[in-house]
C-alpha cells in the first residue's frame, strides 16, 4: 500500500523538494522499528525518488549480500542472496558510494540480475557501523537514467545512516537473543550437571552411612561373640569336670550304699547310737532318690554343654572366617539360645517351632555374619508373635497359638533357601517397602534402632551375593526368605 506522504509527493507539479521528500520519509519510517523499518524505507524511497527498485542489504559472513527489503516495480519482493563481486553493489562495498547515471548493464555485463530487472541506472552507498564495519549496502535502480546526483546520493547517505543504525539494533538483538539461548543452554546443563552431582553426594553419603553402619554393627557383633566365646569358653571347663566326675561319684556312692548293706547283713544288732542315726537320715530314702539326682545332675550338665556349643557355634570365634557349614546346625543352635523367648504369658500358649528342614548340602559362607542374619530374623518372628498377642489386628488372632516355620530347600540346585515364616499380625505394604532402609523400624520409639534388619540385607546382598526378601500383609503374617548361593564361587 503506496503511504499519503508518498502520494503527496508524486502529486506535486515539478520536482519535489529535498526537504519535502525527506519529510515524507521520515514519516513514513519514524514509527516502526525492525523488518518494518526496512520495508518501509525502501518503499518510501521508490516513491519519493519515482524509481523502479530499491533494495538494502545486509552482508553475510561468505561475503554475499542478502536483502533485508527489495522494493521491485511496486511491490515488495521476496529477500534474495546474491554475489555482489560481478556487479555495482560490490563497487560500493569497495568505495562506499557508486553512481552510474545510465549504462549499468553495459558496464557490469556479468551480473545477471541487472538485465531482469531492466537497470539502466544505479545508485549505492554502504552501511557502515558506528565502528566503521560494513554491513550492507542501500542502493536505488531504474530502466531511466538517473540525473540528479546530489539528490539521490544525499537522500541515500543520510538514510543509509539511519538503516545502519537500526541494523545495528537489530543485530545486537539477536546477538542478546543468542546470548539468552546460549544461557539457559547452559544454565539447563549446569543445573542437569549439579542435579547429577547432588544425587552422586547423596548416593555417596548414603554409601557412607552403609559402610559407618557396618563397621558399628561388625565391631558391635565382633565384640558380643568375644563375649560370647570367652564366657562359652570359662563355663565349658568347669561343667566338663562336673560332668565327668558325676559317674565316678555314683559310682562311688553305690560302692558306698552296697557296703552299708553288707554291714547291716553281717551286724544285724548295731549300737543303739548307730539304729538312731539310721533312723534320721533315712537311709532307705537316700539309697532311692540318690541316683535320680545324680541322673538329673547329668541331664543337667548336659543341657549346660549344648548351650555351651550352641554359644560356640554361634560366635565362631574358634573357626575360619569364610568356610563351609551345616545350616541346620547353627539354626537348631540359635533356636536353643533363644529358647527362653518362646514362652509367652500365662494368658496364651507358648510360641511353636516347627522345622521342616530340605536335603541340603554344605553351604560356604561367612558363619559369623550369617548367624547374625539368622538371630535377627528370628528375634524378629518372636517379636512379632508376641505383639500380635498383645495388640491383635483382629479378633482371629486373639488366643491363637503362635507357630515360626524354619524351612530350608534347594533353589536351582546351586542356591539354598531359608524361609522364616510366623503366623503373627504382618505389616502393612507402605512399611514392607521400607523394612531394609537404614533406620527404619516398625517398633515403638525406644524399643528399635532401625539397624538390624538394613544388616541383614547388606550381610545377604553384599557379602554374599544374595537376596532378602520379605512377604507380608496385614493380619497375614510375615516371611522373610534368604537366598544365597551354595558357594561364593558360583555366583562370580
Not at 456 to 477: A, F, M, N
Not at 480 to 486: A, Q, T
Amino acid at each position: 500500500m503506496v503511504s499519503n506522504s508518498s502520494q503527496a509527493i508524486r502529486a506535486c507539479n515539478g520536482s519535489p523538494s529535498p526537504e519535502s521528500i525527506i519529510e515524507a520519509i521520515v514519516r513514513d519510517t519514524a514509527a516502526s522499528t525492525g523488518q518494518n523499518f526496512f520495508e518501509s524505507l525502501v518503499r518510501s524511497l521508490a516513491l519519493a525518488l519515482d524509481v523502479r527498485h530499491c533494495l538494502l542489504t545486509k552482508l553475510l559472513e561468505n561475503g554475499q549480500l542478502q536483502t533485508l527489503a527489495f522494493w521491485r516495480d511496486g511491490r515488495s519482493a521476496p529477500s534474495i542472496t546474491y554475489d555482489p563481486t560481478p556487479g555495482p553493489c560490490g563497487v560500493v562495498l569497495s568505495q562506499d558510494l557508486y553512481y552510474c547515471a545510465s549504462g549499468v548493464q553495459q558496464l557490469f555485463p556479468h551480473q545477471p540480475a541487472l538485465p531482469l530487472l531492466e537497470a539502466e541506472s544505479y545508485v549505492g552507498v554502504s552501511l557502515r557501523s558506528h565502528q566503521g564495519k560494513i554491513l550492507g549496502n542501500l542502493a536505488v535502480l531504474d530502466s531511466r537514467p538517473i540525473l540528479e546526483r546530489k539528490l539521490h546520493e544525499d537522500l541515500l547517505q543520510l538514510f543509509a545512516a539511519r538503516a545502519s543504525a537500526e541494523l545495528e539494533r537489530q543485530q545486537a538483538i539477536d546477538a542478546l537473543q543468542m546470548l539468552n539461548t546460549e544461557l539457559e543452554v547452559w544454565v539447563k546443563r549446569r543445573t542437569v550437571e549439579l542435579a547429577r552431582q547432588t544425587e552422586d553426594l547423596q548416593q555417596a553419603l548414603f554409601e557412607l552411612k552403609q559402610a559407618q553402619l557396618s563397621l558399628i554393627q561388625n565391631e558391635k557383633m565382633s565384640a558380643l561373640g568375644r563375649l560370647v566365646g570367652g564366657v562359652a569358653h570359662e563355663i565349658n571347663n568347669p561343667i566338663t569336670f562336673i560332668k565327668g566326675n558325676l559317674a565316678h561319684a555314683s559310682q562311688y556312692t553305690q560302692a558306698l550304699f552296697k557296703l552299708v548293706n553288707l554291714y547291716r547283713h553281717h551286724c544285724p544288732k548295731p549300737s543303739p547310737e548307730i539304729i538312731a542315726e539310721l533312723n534320721s537320715v533315712d537311709l532307705d530314702y537316700l539309697a532311692e532318690d540318690l541316683p535320680k539326682l545324680f541322673t538329673s545332675m547329668e541331664v543337667g550338665a548336659e543341657r549346660v554343654e549344648k548351650i555351651v556349643r550352641s554359644l560356640r557355634t554361634f560366635s565362631r570365634l574358634d573357626e575360619a572366617e569364610y568356610k563351609a557349614i551345616d545350616l541346620h546346625e547353627n539354626l537348631d543352635s540359635i533356636l536353643l539360645l533363644l529358647q527362653d523367648k518362646l514362652y509367652r504369658k500365662a494368658s496364651a500358649s507358648d510360641i511353636q517351632i516347627i522345622k521342616q528342614y530340605g536335603n541340603v548340602p554344605l553351604v560356604e559362607c561367612y558363619p559369623g555374619q550369617l548367624n547374625q542374619v539368622f538371630m535377627n530374623l528370628l528375634c524378629n518372628a518372636i517379636e512379632a508373635l508376641h505383639s500380635s498377642n498383645d495388640q491383635p489386628v483382629n479378633q482371629n488372632m486373639v488366643g491363637t497359638q503362635g507357630e515360626i516355620r524354619v524351612t530350608t530347600e534347594l533353589v536351582h540346585s546351586d542356591q539354598v533357601a531359608i524361609r522364616i515364616a510366623d503366623n503373627g499380625s504382618g505389616i502393612s505394604d507402605e512399611m514392607r517397602r521400607h523394612i531394609f532402609d537404614p533406620f527404619f523400624t516398625t517398633k515403638p520409639v525406644g524399643q528399635g534402632t532401625g539397624l538390624g534388619l538394613s544388616m541383614c540385607y547388606q550381610i545377604v546382598t553384599k557379602k554374599h551375593r544374595g537376596r532378602l526378601e520379605l512377604y507380608s500383609s496385614l493380619g497375614q503374617g510375615s516371611e522373610f526368605v534368604v537366598c544365597i548361593p551354595l558357594s561364593q564361587e558360583m555366583s562370580k
